[in-house]
């Protein structure tokens, strides 16, 4: 069974840092994508940031300079460093697997709350 877990999230004022994990289970995450969405009240989720499995990355353009992810294979995590957090950023935080397969796998979010 496939799992994926968050945690890290919270409030943070304006300015601030958070540094979001997921730890995954079932055997997928070496060879898997990884990767972190959000979605806001009103909003369609979007991709934040994204990993493969040999390290490449990719950010939306809102958080690049600010956001950076990374990976750990030996500890099945996917991390989400975010520095510089505006209100804007404040949403349910997601993490996502996507597999060799084609198997899409969530986790069951996060909060991220930025006072202003």
């Known amino acids: 069974q496939v799992q994926l877990v968050e945690s890290g999230g919270g409030l943070v004022q304006a300015g601030g840092s958070l540094r979001l994990s997921c730890v995954t289970s079932g055997r997928i995450f070496s060879n898997s994508r990884m990767g972190w969405y959000r979605q806001a009240p009103g909003k369609q989720r979007e991709l934040v940031a994204e990993i493969s499995s040999d390290g490449n990355t990719n950010y939306a353009d809102s958080v690049k300079g600010r956001f950076a992810i990374s990976r750990e294979n030996a500890k099945n995590t996917v991390y989400l460093q975010m520095n510089s957090l505006k209100p804007e950023d404040a949403a349910v935080y997601y993490c996502?697997?996507?597999?060799?397969?084609?198997?899409?796998?969530w986790g069951q979010g996060t909060q991220v709350t930025v006072s202003s």
């Open positions: 996502h697997a996507l597999t060799v397969y084609g198997m899409n796998y």
